[in-house]
């Protein structure tokens, strides 16, 4: 009896342990934030983890303890993977979720259930049909759109044959990157005419490089204005683009940012790039999931952020800062 006595005892400390570790004792709040990206392999999805890190020391620093764990699908196209993903982390009983999600449908799911459960999420980067969220944190992708269309008729004097590369159906951040820049060139830019816009580039760089390679190979002779939404799409163009000698005589204007796209823009290959801020979007979706968590109000809609960037203002040092977020400080 003993012995049944102490085992009893031992067990109901573990559990009043556990019990304070998650709810927090004395002045000390102690939080598990999971972060979800749509893939890790992106340098957009290693500033997001960089900001959440910054995040989550700042608020340990401020007396909340905060823990992120970062986990992402391998392809940003595996949509299970990612649910499984939310589930996985549901399942745990995290304090709170914060996820961009890889379908805006498929995802509304798994995220109603983790609410159910206890565990809320925060939206990051690409929007998911449903109220059952906490924030939604993001770039303003259509004004993003709008923004590449200005360049592009800038560019082109208002007229010219453009192709638009798009992503992949389902994400709703470059839908609407999509939607912004179609809407402002048939708006805008009435002389201008769209060749292509219904080819979907996918998941990878090279999948990208093969879409581009076909568009090249049907429009390359009349093409003179080109759009694509997003890092992996932008870079498939551009090496498609070098390969077939055209890189530099056809107006480009991508969007986000890499070491290989500055390099690009310097050489005169692209000639705009819309960037966003996904170090602030990490820190700030990791920071809103943490006030809310502590009862503290919060805005339903977060804008991070968005920018063109040229030739003319890439040495600025606001642009500089854009362009390369301290990851070296966070991801050790």
């Known amino acids: ?7 009893i005892l031992a067990i109901l400390m573990v559990a009043f342990s556990l019990s304070c570790n ?5 002045n000390t709040k102690k939080l598990t934030i999971a972060v979800i990206p749509k893939g890790t392999s992106h340098e957009f999805w290693k500033s997001i983890h960089a900001g959440s890190i910054k995040a989550a020391q700042e608020l340990s620093a401020q007396g909340t ?12 196209d595996d949509r299970e993977q990612q649910i499984q993903v939310v589930e996985g982390f549901t399942s745990q009983g995290v304090n709170g979720i914060v996820l961009a999600p890889l379908d805006n449908h498929a995802l509304v799911r798994p995220v109603e259930e983790a609410k159910t459960a206890g565990v809320p999420t925060v939206i ?7 109220n059952s969220i ?6 303003d992708n259509r004004k993003g759109g709008v923004l ?5 008729g800038e560019l082109l004097g208002g007229k010219g044959k453009v192709i638009l590369l798009r992503y992949a159906e389902g994400s709703a951040s470059t839908q609407d990157r999509e939607d912004g820049f179609l809407q402002e060139i048939k708006q805008q830019y009435p002389n201008i005419e769209l060749i292509s816009t219904d080819q979907y580039a996918g998941a990878t760089r090279d999948t990208a490089k093969r ?7 049907r429009f390359g002779d009349e093409v003179q204005g080109i759009f694509c939404p997003n890092e992996s799409t932008t870079a498939g163009m551009l090496s498609a ?9 056809v107006s480009f204007i991508g969007f986000d940012t890499s070491q290989s796209f500055i390099d690009a823009m310097r050489a005169k290959q692209l000639h705009g790039i819309v960037v966003q801020n996904p170090f602030n979007m990490g820190y700030l979706g990791v920071r809103t999931m943490v006030e809310s968590s502590l009862g503290k109000p919060v805005q339903k809609r977060i804008d991070t952020g968005v920018t063109m960037i040229t030739l003319d203002n890439l040495d600025a040092a606001e642009t500089q800062a854009l362009l390369h977020p301290p990851l070296d400080q966070y991801l050790k």
């Open 124 to 130: 990051i980067d690409s929007a998911l049909d449903s």
């Open 241 to 249: 683009l070098q390969d077939a000698g055209k890189a530099g005589k």
């Open 65 to 76: 303890q905060v823990e992120v764990i970062w986990k992402g699908p391998l392809r940003e």
């Open 148 to 152: 590449a269309a200005d360049r592009l």
């Open 22 to 26: 998650r709810s927090g004792s004395g």
């Open 211 to 217: 879409a581009s390679e076909n568009l090249l190979n």
């Open 134 to 139: 906490v924030s939604f944190v993001a770039t």
């Open 1 to 7: 009896m003993m012995r049944k006595a102490i085992l």
